[in-house]
């Protein structure tokens, strides 16, 4: 059997320098568990619009299709900022996540212990917090058509249109159930069916699944109070699951709970493939951030533990998830801090290098 | 000259309990203040569905478009969440704001110096926070038309549509760089232009705004981000401008960075009328909080404070307003507390009617 392959999209800004630490794991996993994988890697975002004129080449889509897993750094930047829409950086992801069908988009919301303090919100509120944001990642006002600017009168009009079929809310719904039952079992859905027909329809495809797990709780909450609720008492939540507008901002605001938006990874999973395994990509929740780019101050810890994602999702290696997880904790624990890690403790940070080979050390 | 007009629609659930209290301040004011106003009352929301078999009877509409002012309690409740989608309780409070053009909805989150231990967040994060957040309230996803569930094949497809018309967000825009002007001088103006071509347009009418008010320092922020932003660094933002959709979510989030969700109250503004005063409605953020209606439980500031509002910016009272805003202050500052507003400190809760009774006192 040949190994499984993965392809490495490191992308923009940080997005290199945290992705070279994720090779040293990998490459790890190869010399001492024996796990082997093919790697290769290629241009998304603005790196790619620099070489091809276009935020993703279609051999580099082409490529991700036929992978076992994508794993990708992060893109954009102010270099771009003022490139036409259609080429911008964001559009290189929209097209893996569109083409390659990535419904289901699950971002855990964690508070590492050795991090609780580093919350803007007090201790008791986020200490031990872990919640699963499922978002739908394919559909929704991201993709629907009619979108444009368009003249009206005698000035312009901004487009973009909502849209939800019942099998893309049933197969989302789907995989937050499954979750679901792996953890808490509770699933809390949210969306604005008060404002919204597509919400309505959201809610009832969401009832419907729900019968197929009875042992799951499911509720509902509009998503304005979803927000709000996050903010005030976020352990109330197991899995939420949400749209691709909504989750995007849900999502942001659960991961900065946590006070480690530098720690949180993301998988976007997609149907079975022929040998099995989903269609995946996996990638940190933060940005390019292209203010410390270069710098070799990016924690790295997010990309990593996308890469223990995949272990989990694409490569059906939980233990060795598990394996890189700890090690993750171990060093936090042990007060290794990137710049972003750092509260008012007067410790030094160290490099997003000296990071990864920690996390290396450790494992 | 005619006394000023207003009218009280005191809504669903908690709305007639609170509104109850903010009558004994208008009472007040006429009394010792010599401001005399003629009050009318009717019915919103399930109570008006109750009676009129819809959420907002069209001779309620037209004395809404009537008056100098409305005061709305809140709308919904659990009674009505099975009826159809166009006679909802909110479907009144949307009808109210697209009739009479209420483009600008002024969402104030402050925080409470007596309070600042009752939110989620560390006290060094959100003492002295003071933030204005502008939402469109007139269109956009709202609005926007095709909108329904529709047939498509074999299955259903729910679809809304969002929409801005440079127009509508010029108008907005301009409504937000005014109130800069009279607080700090910085507008933050929130979209997803990244992956929306409205949230292009957005960004770019906001902009060719900004040259009018060159004091005024702009910047612009992804809502995602803006979610975030929030949550880590409320103080960094002094007026927020967004739309429709992203405006409900952002400004829920930022109430409950207060902690003190009941606190907090809301003017919707339209164009300015034939006497110069802008049609006007006003409202607590908080809902109709159906778990406590009919207890004594509820905490009316936020609906007083909206009244506030009305002082300010309907009837040119700007002095009276911060009188009532100080004596809200004085009262919390005595320790006097609904139920809503107890920390841990052993103090025994007011009712409703006893919170009311302590502002008129400190008046
Ligand atoms: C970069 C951008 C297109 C993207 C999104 O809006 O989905 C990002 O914010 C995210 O959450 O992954
Ligand atoms: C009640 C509902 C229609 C309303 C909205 O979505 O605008 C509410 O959430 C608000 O923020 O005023």
């Known amino acids: 059997m040949p190994n499984p392959s993965i392809l490495i999209l490191p992308g923009d800004g940080i997005g290199p320098e945290v992705m070279a630490e994720v090779r040293k794991i990998i490459t790890w996993f190869g010399d001492k568990r024996g796990l082997q994988f093919d790697v290769s890697e290629d241009l998304v975002g603005g790196a790619a619009y620099d070489k091809h004129g276009k935020p993703l080449a279609d051999e580099t889509m082409a490529k991700a299709q036929d992978v076992d897993a994508v794993l990708l750094g992060a893109v954009g930047g102010?270099?771009?900022?003022?490139?036409?829409?259609?080429?911008?950086?964001?559009?290189?992801?929209?097209?893996?996540?569109?083409?390659?069908?990535?419904y289901s988009n699950l971002r855990p919301a964690q508070c590492f212990d050795a991090l609780a303090d580093f919350s803007s919100l007090k201790k008791d509120i986020v200490a031990g917090l872990d919640i699963m944001i499922v978002r739908e990642l394919t559909s929704g006002v991201y993709f629907g058509e009619p979108r444009g600017i368009f003249e009206?009168?005698?000035?312009?009009?901004?487009?973009?249109?909502?849209?939800?079929?019942?099998?893309?809310?049933?197969?989302?719904?789907?995989?937050?159930?499954?979750?679901?039952?792996?953890?808490?079992?509770?699933?809390?859905?949210?969306?604005?069916?008060?404002?919204?027909?597509?919400?309505?329809?959201?809610?009832?495809?969401?009832?419907?699944v729900s019968a197929d797990y009875p042992e799951v709780e499911l509720s509902h909450m509009y998503a304005d109070n979803g927000a709000m609720q996050l903010v005030r008492a976020p352990k109330q939540f197991d899995v939420i699951l949400t749209d691709n507008l909504f989750g995007d901002i849900l999502s942001d605001c659960a991961a900065m709970l946590t006070g480690s938006l530098g720690m949180l990874p993301s998988a976007s999973l997609g149907a079975p493939m022929e040998n099995g395994r989903p269609k995946a990509l996996y990638e940190p929740v933060h940005g390019s951030a292209p203010d410390i780019a270069g710098q070799g101050k990016a924690n790295p810890i997010a990309c990593i533990l996308s890469f223990a994602m995949a272990l989990r999702y694409s490569f059906d290696q939980g233990a060795e998830a598990d394996r890189l997880e700890a090690a993750v904790e171990k060093v936090l624990a042990d007060g290794v801090r990137t710049a972003d890690l750092l509260a008012s403790e007067g410790v030094e940070p160290v490099s997003t290098s000296q990071m990864g080979d920690a996390v290396v050390a450790a494992l």
Chains 1, 2 share one sequence.
Not at 88 to 95: D, F, N, T, Y
Not at 164 to 179: K, N, P, Q
């Open 78 to 102: 102010p270099a771009y900022d003022n490139l036409d829409f259609s080429v911008k950086p964001e559009r290189g992801l929209l097209r893996l996540r569109k083409e390659m069908d990535l």
């Open 152 to 208: 009206e009168g005698n000035e312009r009009v901004g487009i973009n249109t909502q849209r939800y079929t019942e099998s893309e809310i049933e197969r989302a719904a789907r995989s937050a159930f499954e979750l679901a039952m792996r953890r808490n079992k509770k699933v809390c859905s949210m969306e604005k069916a008060n404002v919204m027909e597509s919400g309505i329809l959201w809610r009832e495809v969401v009832t419907r």
